[in-house]
């Protein structure tokens, strides 16, 4: 593992020290739902939530790797932290001036943190999700798409004459593997699916007039330079349904939220401010 990433892991596996091994209460109804154990210590379990809290508490360009690739190396790291706190306890830390004051400088954060979420919970009204997702569908519509392959090539008299061999039954996708000096050559010149604006505009202008099936009759030119191009389907791609999006609403409405709230606590609150210097 690199040593980037397993400080990363390492890191994660000491955030997650806070997450106590017991039995998860659900959201609803404050049943106890059994959580899946992920290791033993010392007769004590490491279950999976703490490791998944664990994981998201990862830079993004670790989590990126996956769980799977680095559940060993986490797995770990959560039963070394473990067997520190079990030794610690052991060793009466738990009554240490130092260990007090750091808990409860964590007790004040986490009572804090619970507070303003319960605060936003109680103002994001679902009509404000409905309204931020009626937005985001006036600026995203449905996205057409076309399914096409290409052949690029430098000259414009050899994307004539190929499309000429094009007219007289060559098969495209093999002209493409043939004579294409493009990155899509191999793959019989195909792009896959893309929207208007994922190409340039010379390029997408003349594939979207084309239908299913028909190839350009001209060369096409680009910055790149001359492209024969065949379309092979259109399809129209809805956008995200509000359940899809709902949790990236949550998270950017809640925000919002978070800021009013932040900002009406200090409006209200006697609060006095002092220079740096005292």
Do not use: C
């Not at 002209?175 to 505009?201: E, Q």
């Not at 092979?232 to 009013?260: I, M, N, S, W």
Request: hydrophobic share 45%; proline share 5%; no cysteine.
């Amino acid at each position: 593992m690199p040593r980037k990433l397993f400080i990363a892991v390492y890191s994660a596996a000491i955030a997650a020290i806070g997450v106590i091994s017991q039995p998860v209460l659900a959201q609803s109804g404050g049943k106890t739902v059994k959580d899946i154990v992920v290791a033993k210590v010392e007769g004590e379990t490491i279950v999976r939530t703490e490791l998944l809290r664990a994981f998201q508490s990862l830079p993004n360009e670790v989590k990126q790797t996956g769980l799977e690739a680095i559940y060993p190396k986490l797995v770990e790291r959560l039963i070394q932290r473990r067997l520190l706190i079990i030794q610690g306890r052991k060793h009466n830390l738990a009554k240490d001036a130092e260990v007090i004051r750091r808990m409860k400088l964590l007790e004040n954060a986490v009572i804090g943190e619970v507070y303003l979420n319960r605060l936003i919970e109680k103002n994001l009204k679902p009509e404000l999700l409905q309204e931020r997702y009626q937005a985001f569908l006036a600026s995203n519509p449905p996205r057409e798409e076309v399914h096409a392959r290409h052949i690029l090539l430098e000259k414009e008299v050899d994307a004539t004459n190929l499309i000429a061999h094009v007219q007289g039954g060559m098969d495209f996708a093999e002209a493409a593997k043939k004579y294409s000096t493009g990155p899509s050559a191999s793959k019989g010149g195909d792009l896959g699916y893309f929207g208007r604006t994922d190409m340039v505009k010379p390029f997408a202008d003349a594939a979207f007039v084309l239908k299913k099936g028909e190839f350009t009759q001209k060369p096409v030119k680009t910055k790149f330079g001359w492209h024969v191009i065949k379309v092979e389907d259109h399809r129209t791609v809805a956008p995200p349904t509000f359940e899809a999006l709902k949790p990236r609403l949550v998270q950017e409405a809640g925000q919002g939220v978070a800021v009013a709230v932040m900002n009406r606590l200090v409006e209200t609150a006697k609060v006095e401010r002092f220079a740096l210097d005292g």
